[in-house]
């Protein structure tokens, strides 16, 4: 049950950082260049541990997201380095004149990435024990926290494995979209969960959100929680705690038995974090709806038994030929399509199997909870399927008043609300963007959003996760068949609920679009390597924190 007030909070948020038509959510409405945050933070003083250079390939096919299984690689410093790069490492250097920018593994709205990450151990060979923050520019750790008594955290420690922490810095998604950011923050953080799951499973190792955890449990992991802790520095806040390994433990530890094991194995913090601005400012209604949806402990979520319908989902067509690390590593956001090229209907069908919750396979242990976003399809070239408004459940109950669709595998429960060209809509439903329209189809995800509040108010970080989660499979999905995805934040809300109201059966809210297609390339911009200058950066990063390479 949540709190009345916390409840309201956060539908008064959602009302406020809605977008539409007539009426955009308050934002800055330019780009202020001499306060735009540094998207790397960095603790200086914390020594720093040189993750081995970073590879381009993992050695097995993408086909080990369709469960493939491969044998579990042993959890050293070279394998935690390789999930680390591959979900949240740099993937590219773009350049435009004199500009560059970094490209992630994990997309973020806006290329911002509010989203950090801290390795918690009670040590591996390699790597002494403590806490440790990944910093994606260096492909390095950070040592965040030493153990004065790491036997005290390997004794509550479950099985072979790593916490994964993510937190989110908001400021850097607010700097560029104001009071919306924190939904972006919450998107990008379902990404970054379902990158990390990915990458998991092609190293042969789980992923799994601890779901019982409350924010304040995962805040002292993190050390996020110390008066001297950010000082200056934009506030991080605790997101998502993750177990990570070659092995899963039979259930989730017991937040309160690791918290008191911490504690008892005495971290002693070092570093300080980097400011990223200057100056902020606040925009209304993030601070509120930040502390109205933060998670109290709670009983685990039970694992789902396994659907209905085939184990593993169909193939696609790069599953064989693709190397799992390079699909992770060219994922891209389409600028724009070419609005002529279509999509197999064979080819959706397996793209919307991807996206069904099957326990055990990556991403879904990540975001463990029975699915509750739907898919409203907006098809407008899909070869064998005629263009129209389409609908997946998922599993959500968010059955669509329709007919079943001819041809598709009947498990999907793919279901037709409506024919016709919905090209105009879907630029009008995505803020007037043409991708909306040019791509192959876009969707729409669907929660009953104030229901799932009256559960718990953190269910409002929860369904943003699973859509992020959804749109990274997308973004995989889309490159396995030779297209391009691109995730849409920026959409009016209440149009795609409005549209499809009589055809679902309880109100639903509109949490994220998604278009994929054939690209557009713009070839004003040129593309380097991630990882080109390495060597340099570190040296030039020197300073107390001196590289100690790994043996
Ligand atoms: C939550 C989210 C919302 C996004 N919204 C939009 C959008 O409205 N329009 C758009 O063109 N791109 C959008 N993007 C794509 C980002 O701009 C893109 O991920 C970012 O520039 C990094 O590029 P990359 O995905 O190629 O790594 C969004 C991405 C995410 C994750």
């Not at 959510?25 to 780009?31: I, Q, V």
């Amino acid at each position: 049950m949540s709190h009345p007030d916390a409840r309201a909070e956060l539908i008064a948020y959602h009302r406020l950082s809605s977008h539409a038509p007539d009426r955009y959510a308050p934002g800055p409405g330019h780009l202020d260049w001499a306060t735009q945050p540094d998207p790397f933070r960095r603790y200086a003083g914390a020594p720093r541990i040189d993750l081995p250079e970073p590879e381009e390939r993992l050695g097995v096919p993408a086909a080990v997201l369709a469960g493939n299984q491969v044998p579990a690689q042993p959890l050293e410093p070279a394998t935690l380095g390789r999930l680390l790069r591959f979900s949240l490492g740099l993937a590219a250097w773009k350049q435009w004149g004199e500009s560059r920018w970094s490209l992630r593994c994990n997309p973020s709205s806006g290329n911002l990435h509010p989203t950090e990450a801290y390795v918690v151990t009670p040590g591996l060979p390699g790597l002494a024990p403590g806490v440790h923050h990944y910093v994606s520019l260096l492909h390095a750790l950070e040592h965040r926290a030493t153990l004065a008594r790491p036997e005290a955290l390997t004794a509550a420690w479950p099985a072979e494995g790593v916490l994964v922490g993510l937190t989110g810095i908001v400021w850097r998604e607010a700097w560029k979209y104001g009071t919306r950011a924190w939904r972006y923050c919450q998107l990008d953080a379902g990404h970054a969960l379902a990158a990390l799951a990915c990458a998991a499973a092609a190293l042969g190792w789980r992923a799994r959100l601890l779901t019982a955890f409350g924010d304040a449990q995962i805040a002292p992991l993190l050390g996020l929680d110390r008066a001297d802790g950010h000082g200056e520095a934009e506030p991080e806040t605790p997101e998502a705690l993750l177990w990570v390994g070659p092995e899963a433990p039979g259930q989730e530890p017991d937040p309160a038995r690791i918290e008191a094991a911490f504690r008892l194995a005495g971290p002693r913090w070092q570093g300080r974090p980097n400011r990223l601005s200057p100056r902020r400012r606040e925009w209304p209604g993030i601070a509120e709806a930040e502390r109205a949806a933060r998670k109290p402990p709670t009983p685990p979520v039970a694992p789902l038994s396994p659907a209905t319908g085939p184990p593993q989902p169909a193939a696609l067509p790069r599953d064989h030929t693709l190397d799992a690390g390079a699909l992770f590593l060219q994922r891209r956001s389409a600028v724009a399509f070419d609005a002529r090229t279509g999509l197999p209907a064979a080819h959706l069908w397996a793209l919307l199997d991807r996206l069904l919750h099957r326990p055990g396979l990556a991403p879904w242990d990540a975001v463990p909870w029975p699915p509750r976003v739907a898919l409203a399809l907006l098809v407008h070239r899909v070869e064998g399927l005629d263009p129209g408004v389409y609908l997946l459940p998922r599993g959500t109950g968010l059955e669509g008043r329709g007919e079943p669709v001819e041809g598709a595998p009947p498990h999907l429960g793919l279901v037709r609300l409506a024919p016709g060209d919905a090209r105009h809509f879907a630029r009008l439903a995505s803020c007037h963007q043409e991708i909306a329209a040019d791509g192959c189809l876009a969707f729409a995800m669907l929660a009953r959003l104030e229901a799932a509040l009256d559960e718990g108010c953190w269910w409002y970080r929860w369904l943003h996760w699973e859509a992020g989660a959804v749109g990274q499979m997308l973004y995989l999905g889309a490159e396995l068949c030779g297209l391009r995805g691109t995730g849409i934040g920026c959409f009016f809300d209440a149009l795609v609920p409005q549209a499809l109201g009589a055809a679902l059966p309880a109100p639903a809210s509109d949490l994220y679009h998604f278009t994929l297609g054939a690209p557009v390339e713009d070839r004003r911009l040129r593309t380097h390597p991630p990882y080109e200058g390495l060597a340099g950066w570190r040296q030039a990063a020197g300073g107390r924190g001196a590289a100690r390479p790994l043996a």
